[in-house]
């Protein structure tokens, strides 16, 4: 039962532009959504996270939207670079547990 | 702080064979958690060591197996290993707010 839902599974984008991955989820038990970030031969990196008591949150040029009455939620990349150029997965788990269940991930390509 | 160590990095057995996998957490986490990467199933949860005791497990064959230390270092074993467990097993160890580190992986390969 696949309980994390990611698209698209493909992304290319030109530099500079906003790149947008969403996610949805089955589980309302779960209240931690983070993402990851993955270049070819290494494991993910924690890039931001979320809990279901805000609606967004920023870091830099990353931004996640959560939307808790769609059980959905989105990474948003501002002026996107070449270097972010990567696989990104979302993921969500309940506090209580270490299990993370991830999305099947999304291809970002950001071109010049 | 170092991140999470994972040796070997690369590793090839022969089916029937079994492996054992290791991993040393980021320092001061307790929690450590296993994972396998495969281009069809994607990242899944094997199982989930705190304080020597396994707090949680995937829904995998009892041939995966894992263990923790007192010094929350970590191990996984694969025994009679079939062609299917080719796939990138990767280590990640949580700090009090659960968030997951992960190490660069173990790439395990099955001829």
């Known amino acids: 039962q696949q309980q994390v839902k990611q698209s698209p599974q493909s992304l290319i984008v030109q530099k500079g532009g906003i790149s947008i991955i969403n996610c949805a989820y089955e589980?309302?038990?779960?209240?931690?959504f983070p993402w990851y970030q993955q270049f070819p031969g290494k494991g993910p990196a924690l890039l931001i996270a979320?809990?279901?008591?805000?609606s967004e949150k920023k870091e830099g040029r990353f931004t996640i939207s959560f939307n808790k009455s769609a059980k959905q939620f989105s990474l948003h990349i501002m002026d996107s670079q070449p270097g972010d150029s990567a696989t990104y997965f979302c993921?969500?788990?309940?506090?209580?547990?270490?299990?993370?269940?991830f999305g099947t991930g999304t291809r970002l390509t950001i071109i010049p | 702080k170092a991140g999470v160590t994972q040796t070997p990095r690369y590793l090839i057995k022969t089916r029937g064979q079994q492996v054992t996998l290791s991993c040393s957490p980021i320092?001061?986490?307790?929690?450590v958690s296993w994972y396998q990467q495969t281009p069809g199933q994607g990242l899944q949860f094997l199982f989930e060591y705190f304080s020597e005791t396994q707090r949680n497990k995937g829904n995998f064959p009892g041939r995966f197996s894992g263990r923790q230390f007192s010094n929350s270092r970590s191990e996984m074993n694969v025994s009679t290993l079939e062609l299917g467990d080719s796939a990138l097993y990767l280590c990640?160890?949580?700090?009090?707010?659960?968030?997951?580190?992960f190490g660069p992986g173990t790439r395990l390969t099955v001829t």
């Open positions: 320092s001061g986490h307790r929690s």
């Open positions: 589980n309302t038990a779960f209240d931690y």
């Open positions: 990640a160890s949580s700090n009090v707010e659960k968030e997951q580190y």
């Open positions: 993921a969500a788990s309940q506090r209580v547990n270490e299990k993370l269940t």
């Open positions: 979320i809990r279901p008591d805000v």
